[in-house]
């Protein structure tokens, strides 16, 4: 996709309901922020293969020395339509933000100012190490449901604020199949963060969603983290087979 191609950036609606989210926002975080979205220890990833699906997260830009790749639908593009699409979704995010103020905490994060200059510049780190490294394989385009991997490849497989966040756009069918294409991926657990949606309530389908991956031979088990900037995401759900 060129830059040209681009859609305009959307306007921000105030609403009573949640972030009004009407596509997925290409819109990251750091490694600190992961380990507390997922209770990681980062020195614990060591020698680890881990999968971080859905960017553009500098997590994978500073824990690559500890073995982690990358898969977004937007991987491939060059880095300046990444760049733009950087530009347009986090003016839109952080417009959001200042609009509804409700739906933050500020604990890890003193205000939005400070959350806008920190991802601000994790941004940047992931722009530079996708220039740097797309061409090594670190950064791989593919889109979920499906993933371009062995079964088991990955030690640990990691998806934040993609799954329940997008439950509008994304419905239960969506949501079973990607989680099972999660777990065929991955030797141990998944970690998915967090297990609200737009409006910081637990998913409405959780039950149903946990009930049909059971079936499927998947464990699932819904943890509290340490961690609470969007309002409701104090949680994470894991998922693994029977045999691991
Ligand atoms: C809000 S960002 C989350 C970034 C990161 N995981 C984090 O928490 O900081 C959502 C990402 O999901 C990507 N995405 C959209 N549809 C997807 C799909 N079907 N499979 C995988 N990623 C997708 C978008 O391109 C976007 O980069």
């Known amino acids: 996709m060129s830059t040209s191609t681009l859609p305009p950036p959307a306007s921000v609606t105030v609403s009573t309901s949640g972030l009004e989210l009407p596509s997925v926002s290409f819109f990251g975080r750091t490694l600190a922020e992961y380990a507390q979205f997922f209770a990681l220890d980062p020195v614990a990833l060591r020698g680890r293969a881990v999968l971080d699906v859905a960017g553009p997260a500098s997590f994978t830009a500073e824990a690559c020395k500890l073995g982690v790749d990358a898969v977004d639908p937007l991987y491939g593009c060059p880095v300046e339509t990444l760049a733009t699409h950087v530009q347009l979704d986090y003016a839109k995010m952080f417009a959001e ?20 200059l920190n991802l601000r510049s994790a941004a940047r780190r992931f722009l530079n190490d996708y220039e740097a490294h797309f061409a090594h394989g670190r950064y791989v385009g593919a889109r979920l449901p499906r993933r371009p991997f062995l079964d088991r490849a990955f030690d640990l497989v990691l998806c934040a604020h993609l799954l329940f966040i997008y439950a509008r756009r994304f419905d239960l069918a969506w949501h079973v199949i990607a989680c099972r294409e999660l777990v065929r991926v991955s030797a141990g657990e998944v970690r998915i963060h967090a297990v609200c949606g737009a409006d910081g309530r637990r998913y409405p389908e959780l039950a149903a969603l946990r009930a049909e991956l059971a079936e499927a031979g998947i464990a699932s088990e819904v943890v509290p983290v340490n961690c609470e900037f969007f309002v409701g995401s104090s949680s994470m759900q894991v998922l693994k087979t029977a045999s691991s």
């Open 97 to 116: 933000m200042r609009v509804e103020p409700h739906l933050w905490r500020f604990r890890s994060f003193p205000s939005i100012n400070a959350a806008a």
